[in-house]
């Protein structure tokens, strides 16, 4: 039963292929690109205390309904607060048929101690 959990973990922490990974810093450097989306899959309680300008919030339970409201020819830079959920949003979004998908390492947490 432990083997079965470690492995269920460790499979939601595994990157998704074709989905760009980039730090806070390189995130930094590319805040602002109109050609690129930006969403927050954190709740809207945890994105109401802290958010980046720029990002919208869509809650990780809401993606799957309201992709359709993204556009499919930018790019999505998905955001939470430490990169789990944000892989999932990630997995979701592949799912629908994205493309240029990106990933936030280590989320929000890692974007306050930069």
Known sequence: MIVVFIGFFAWRLVPVK????ITTVQ???ELGDKNKQYIDVRT???FKGRFIKGFKNIPLDQLSNKAVT???DKEVVVICQSGMRS????KILKKFGF???TNIKGGM???YEN
């Open 99 to 101: 493309k240029q998908i």
């Open 44 to 46: 809207p309680m945890e």
């Open 18 to 21: 074709g989905v760009r990974n």
């Open 27 to 29: 995130l930094k450097n």
């Open 70 to 72: 993204l556009s499919k």
């Open 109 to 111: 947490s890692a974007w």
């Open 87 to 90: 892989t999932r949003a990630a």
